[in-house]
């Protein structure tokens, strides 16, 4: 691997090109370009300051931070299992991919390991999200060059699973699905069957883009031979996921280090060959055909069973958690002094019923039960405040899982109270805009945007 | 709402898992001696601690040295020692990849002053680790030398303190932005 040289990325030293040139007599000034951190066409607030020469991009440097809102410091402030709402809004298009990702980070610090049934729910969303998470990308940058017609299709593909993952989470976007142990709910009777449907009609608007995108001159055009990095400069700039498999790299980690069920689904790792922005998006309409493929074989494969497990790894049902309190291991209750928290606005009755399934054993209650009356405290002590939450044994932990955009990983310290002492996030987005300036330095600015769309930037996760 | 007293002992306990039969932790032991502080495989995360002043040839040797082949920073983050009274206060961790041998490895090490903590840069070593250096410096205050852009990333310039430190508070406010000038200092450039 060769060591290259840094990112020239200082404004301020720009060299200012005044020089004649020499086949002609006219001189040429650069010229500084903003754009964003508000721009039409930039799905996200980040902001790239381009030097221009003409229309061509002399310099490039990348601004982040416009998102920023402490996910790390937030992190250490609740108990483990609340983080999950922050996890949601990582990367806001494929939410379950976070969260799992996250609980098993916890699970791997408890050194507990979820049911089988619990592992393909997770695997199958997942999926689902993977789907969802490309085809949003491959949707925006086809409709930034102009196209207009994929997008429909694909957000209207986009939509029969955002409506399946509504009915099994209760919400699109900011889902907390997932659970320590488990997640919040089983599948709603007859979705994996609903799931089946949706996806061959997915399928179907997929192959209608392809027909209009795949062989299009124009579409052709503005993404060969455009945003190329070479795989030594993606490998050693920290780039994972679709934009370092374009470069012929086939680094997947459901394949290299497989996590969950992955080893028992048969699916291949797409790669390209240049790494440019039509291998990217050659990349990602494969994956979400791989996707289906796993979603299809894990679907045969589910077993029966529980979906939750106790803090030592053993099944749980919702009834042993009921009984345990009902044989009065409430000792702890009366010692208790409850003080609500001004951040607990919006988790009363009415919101709580408009988000959250009714579901005893893995909800929880509305804030009026908790304060009031017995069968509500009961249920929310067991559920979050069995001794004092979640305490995980001291120690650190990095777990990875393949997000979307890459490698998401979570590096853990717990000091073995009921919160984490560290909290870090590996946000995919991170590293490949740390490397972006690279694939735009020397393509027109019209590429700037094709670029950054097959990038697929996601600003919650890259400024946290 | 800044932590209130925790309870349970602020301390990280020994960690149980040996690494005595890892070969990394075997090359790292015969290159630098007592200059690794320590190590554990906790869940099976082999782990080594070396000396901030061997970080930089230990970073080169598990790079470099074909037994190690780490060719991929995978991650490079700060933490705060603070709360756990344990000194040095910061440690600086990276994650490592090798690609050959599908084995991951993180390295930790500790700036020795915690009012000023100062630790190499290995941006030229892992060009990767650019902006996760800048992170680092942003959120801790730890300064990389040799780093070749070391400016606040995800903060704004002008942001008093270091968020991810222990003593900086969760609810601190910060004053307001004062308007800036754009510096005239481009001549020649259009803007």
């Avoid at chain 1, 997008?151 to 659970?179: D, Q, W």
């Avoid at chain 2, 600086?92 to 084995?103: C, E, G, I, T």
Wanted: aromatic residues 8%.
């Amino acid at each position: 691997m060769t060591v290259m040289d840094i990112p020239h990325s200082d404004i301020a030293d720009w060299a200012v090109d005044t020089t004649l040139r020499s086949d002609t007599t006219l001189s040429t000034r650069a010229m500084l370009l903003n754009m964003g951190p508000s721009h039409p066409a930039m799905h996200g607030v980040i902001r790239i300051v381009l030097a221009l020469d003409g229309e061509r991009v002399e310099d490039a440097d990348i601004e982040i931070g416009y998102l920023h809102r402490a996910f790390e410091k937030e992190s250490e402030t609740v108990g483990w299992g609340q983080v999950f709402p922050y996890t949601d809004r990582l990367n806001y298009v494929s939410p379950i991919i976070n969260n799992v990702c996250y609980a098993m980070g916890v699970e791997k610090l408890l050194d507990i390991h979820p049911t089988e049934r619990c592992e393909y729910i997770r695997v199958i969303s997942s999926e689902v999200s993977r789907i969802t998470d490309h085809l949003t990308c491959v949707a925006a940058s086809a409709m930034e060059l102009g196209a207009m017609t994929p997008f429909i299709y694909l957000m209207k593909a986009r939509e029969y699973l955002y409506e399946l993952i509504e009915e099994l989470t209760g919400a699109r976007l900011t889902i907390s699905y997932v659970r320590i142990g488990g997640v919040k709910a089983d599948f709603p009777p007859g979705w994996l069957e609903r799931l089946d449907k949706a996806l061959d009609l997915v399928l179907r608007e997929m192959e209608d883009v392809d027909v209009l995108l795949t062989r299009n001159r124009i579409f052709i055009d503005r993404l060969k031979d455009v945003g190329v990095i070479s795989k030594e400069d993606a490998w050693s700039l920290g780039f994972t996921g679709p934009l370092l498999r374009s470069t012929g790299m086939p680094r997947d980690l459901r394949k290299d280090e497989p996590y969950s069920i992955y080893d028992r689904l048969d699916f291949d790792v797409p790669v390209g060959t240049v790494g440019d922005n039509y291998d990217r998006y050659l990349v990602r309409m494969e994956e979400m055909r791989q996707s289906v493929r796993m979603i299809r074989q894990a679907s045969r494969q589910i077993p029966g069973g529980p979906v939750q497990v106790d803090m030592s790894g053993r099944p749980l049902t919702g009834a042993q958690m009921v009984d345990a309190a009902k044989m009065g291991m409430t000792a702890d209750l009366l010692l208790r002094t409850v003080r609500p928290d001004p951040t607990l606005d919006g988790a009363d009755k009415k919101s709580a019923q408009a988000i959250r399934t009714a579901d005893r054993r893995v909800s929880l209650p509305p804030k009026e039960d908790t304060y009031g009356n017995i069968e509500g405290l009961m249920n929310h002590f067991m559920l979050i405040m069995e001794g004092e939450g979640i305490k995980t044994p001291p120690g650190e932990i990095y777990i990875a899982n393949e997000a979307p955009n890459g490698e998401l990983g979570f590096y853990m310290v717990s000091d073995g109270s009921g919160r984490a002492y560290r909290v870090r996030c590996r946000p995919p987005c991170f590293y490949l805009m740390q490397g972006m300036d690279r694939m735009i330095i020397g393509d027109m600015i019209a590429d700037v945007i094709a670029t950054f769309g097959t990038v697929n930037m996601i600003a919650g996760e890259l400024d946290r | 709402m800044d932590s209130p007293a925790r309870s349970g002992p602020h301390t990280l306990t020994a960690m149980p898992e040996p690494t005595h039969d890892d070969p990394t932790i075997a090359r790292l032991r015969a290159e630098f001696g007592d200059a690794v502080l320590e190590t554990h495989a906790h869940r099976g995360d082999v782990t080594a601690v070396i000396r901030a002043d061997r970080y930089r040839d230990a970073v080169r040797l598990l790079r470099d040295d074909p037994e190690c082949d780490y060719d991929f920073l995978t991650d490079l983050a700060g933490w705060d020692r603070l709360k756990l009274r344990q000194t040095p206060r910061f440690e600086v961790v990276l994650h490592l990849y090798s690609l050959s041998r599908n084995a991951r490895f993180r390295l930790k090490t500790r700036p020795e002053d915690n009012a000023e903590p100062v630790l190499d840069s290995i941006v030229d070593i892992y060009p990767a680790a650019n902006w996760p250096e800048r992170e680092v410096y942003d959120m801790f205050g730890i300064r990389f030398t040799g780093h070749p852009n070391l400016k606040r990333i995800l903060m704004y310039e002008g942001f008093e303190g270091h968020p991810l430190r222990k003593d900086y508070p969760f609810n601190k406010r910060q004053p307001r932005v004062v308007e800036r000038e754009i510096p005239d200092d481009r001549p020649g450039m259009i803007f």
